[in-house]
């Protein structure tokens, strides 16, 4: 048997938009809003986002007015030993990867995540080991 993740509690892929009135209240951590191509069974990240004070069943609900086009969420809830900081940081990672995808990044316009641009250096030569 394989070990748990250290951050990762708990997830659920790919759910139809309608469940998200069932994730439990509290529920923190990454989310990604999809849009599930039916004729390809493929799911196009719209959005990610995270929650690390109130519940990701919140952020949803919010997220099911907005112009983003959604049929479907992944969620990835973090152990509760996680802070509101390595929250941050790994949304930030994500969106980052997300950053300048064209098709993935429509409506995710948030930009760089600033303390990632601290550690950058794309100077693969100048990398050290260790």
Same mark, same amino acid.
């Given at each position: ?29 990454? /989310?990604? %809003?999809?849009?599930?191509?039916? =004729?390809?069974?493929?799911?196009? #990240? #719209? /959005? ?7 519940? #990701?069943?919140?952020? %949803? ?16 809830? #973090? ?6 900081? !390595? ?5 930030? %990672? ?13 409506? =995710?316009?948030?930009?760089? /995540?600033?303390? %990632? !641009? =601290? ?12």
């Amino acid at each position: 048997m394989s070990p748990s993740p250290k951050f990762i509690k708990r997830c659920a892929e790919w759910i139809p938009r309608e469940e998200s009135r069932r994730i439990p209240p509290a529920t923190r951590g990454i /989310y990604a %809003l999809l849009d599930h191509r039916r =004729n390809k069974n493929k799911y196009d #990240v #719209v /959005y990610v986002g995270m929650t690390a004070r109130s519940s #990701v069943g919140r952020r %949803l609900a919010r997220h099911k007015n907005s112009k983003k086009i959604w049929n479907h969420f992944s969620i990835f809830e #973090v152990r509760d030993t996680i802070g509101e900081e !390595q929250i941050l940081e790994l949304e930030g %990672l994500f969106r980052e990867i997300y950053r300048k995808d064209s098709a993935a990044n429509r409506f =995710n316009r948030i930009g760089k /995540y600033k303390k %990632l !641009q =601290n550690v950058r250096n794309d100077d693969l030569k100048s990398w050290k080991r260790g």
